[in-house]
């Protein structure tokens, strides 16, 4: 087998960055509310998951035991990130078949999230595809193919539900480094113009070589130990908010 590990972030999208620092504003001081303006509350809160109202700002990837790459929307455009990964994807594929080791993705939550987002994306600036044309079918075939997703596979030892099963809670149980942030957290950080910071998430994000290959040398962690670092990691994430709420952090 041969594996493509990656990771896309994304940020909803305005027309301005000061389109973003005025309706944040709103949002701080209570003035942009479900109730005042549902469409524009979410846009902010939850457009960085509707690839009709986001976009792709990275995507961290690597081949096998290849060094980490990262593609940059803020160097490269969205249609021209998007190109080249479906190019590496394609390439990559291809090289699978010949070589006799079929090639799988790699990543957490990529079944749910990143792949179907990037699918949208792709359509939204024709990507080109296998025939030298923008082609549906073929993206689709390209992107939904074998894939390891290091959320999904854990299901179980979560009751099958979503809730608490985190990134950070993975690294916990395997005894890898936490991210120590949000990805919703980029969104501010993309329109302030902070790459530098995003690029260092993104970094400290990508522990999915590292975290499969622990799990392909000594299996699955045990239910007690992953139960463990969820009420673990759900703690910390009390903690925070708690303080937030004084005004300590």
């Given at each position: 087998m041969s594996y493509l590990y990656f990771d896309i972030e994304t940020v909803p999208i305005f027309d301005s960055k000061e389109e973003y620092f005025k309706l944040k504003d709103l949002i701080d001081r209570g003035k942009l509310?479900?109730?005042s303006s549902k469409?524009?509350?979410?846009?902010?809160?939850?457009?960085?998951?509707?690839?009709?109202q986001g976009k792709v700002i990275a995507i961290a990837y690597a081949v096998d035991d290849g060094e980490l790459e990262i593609l940059k929307e803020w160097q490269l455009s969205e249609r021209m990130m998007l190109q080249q990964f479906y190019d590496l994807a394609d390439k990559a594929t291809k090289k699978g078949w010949e070589s006799k080791k079929p090639l799988?993705?790699?990543?957490?939550?990529?079944?749910?999230?990143?792949?179907?987002?990037?699918?949208?994306r792709m359509q939204?600036?024709?990507v080109v595809t296998s025939i030298e044309a923008h082609d549906p079918l073929w993206l689709f075939r390209r992107l939904f193919q074998c894939s390891v997703d290091?959320?999904?596979?854990?299901?179980?030892?979560?009751?099958?539900?979503?809730?608490?099963l985190t990134h950070d809670a993975l690294c916990v149980t395997y005894g890898l480094p936490t991210?120590?942030?949000?990805?919703?957290?980029?969104?501010?950080?993309?329109?302030?113009?902070?790459?530098?910071?995003i690029?260092?998430?993104?970094?400290?994000?990508?522990?999915?070589?590292?975290l499969f290959k622990k799990i392909l040398s000594a299996g699955l962690t045990d239910e007690a130990r992953f139960r463990s670092s969820v009420k673990t990691i759900q703690g910390e994430a009390s903690s925070q908010r708690h303080k937030g709420s004084l005004g300590l952090v």
């Open positions: 509310t479900p109730e469409f524009l509350y979410y846009k902010m809160t939850k457009g960085m998951l509707n690839p009709h799988t993705y790699v990543g957490f939550n990529i079944l749910t999230f990143d792949i179907p987002f990037m699918f949208c939204y600036h024709k290091l959320l999904q596979i854990h299901l179980p030892f979560n009751d099958y539900k979503h809730e608490g991210k120590g942030m949000r990805g919703k957290d980029l969104t501010d950080l993309y329109y302030r113009e902070k790459y530098r910071e690029e260092d998430y993104v970094r400290r994000e990508f522990i999915y070589p590292e």
